[in-house]
């Protein structure tokens, strides 16, 4: 049993070198040698700090997520159950998106009072 996986590994082995080998002959037959001249229309790269972004400053909670504050409130409606009555309203998270979800009403008050007050 010993001798017959020395010889599969044996087998792998050579297989992986020949492997190897086409990749490297194909690679070499592919490879261009790269000459240049005088007159060639070469510039160097000069980075453009303008494009560059800093990244924003995020407040983490203890289990990695952020608080992602109401955009606006773009709708209400109330959803009826049995002997019930849900006010819901529609939350917009990010204007760019247009990521909105519905909430409780009761919920949005509490966190967000500024919606909710009156002028």
Known sequence: MLEE???????????????????KSYADR???S????VGDHLRKYVPDSSYVIEPDVL???DDLSVEVPVARIEDT???ELRGKSIWLV????????GEAIWEL???????????????
């Open 77 to 79: 409606r109330v959803k």
């Open 34 to 37: 790269l000459e240049f001249e």
């Open 30 to 32: 592919r490879r261009r």
């Open 90 to 97: 529609k939350a917009v998270w990010d204007p760019v998106i």
């Open 59 to 61: 407040d983490l909670r």
């Open 105 to 119: 009403e009761e919920r949005m008050r509490e966190l967000y009072t500024y919606f909710f007050s009156v002028g």
């Open 5 to 23: 996986t020395k010889e599969k590994v044996e087998l792998i082995r050579e297989k992986v070198r020949a492997t190897q080998s086409r990749q």
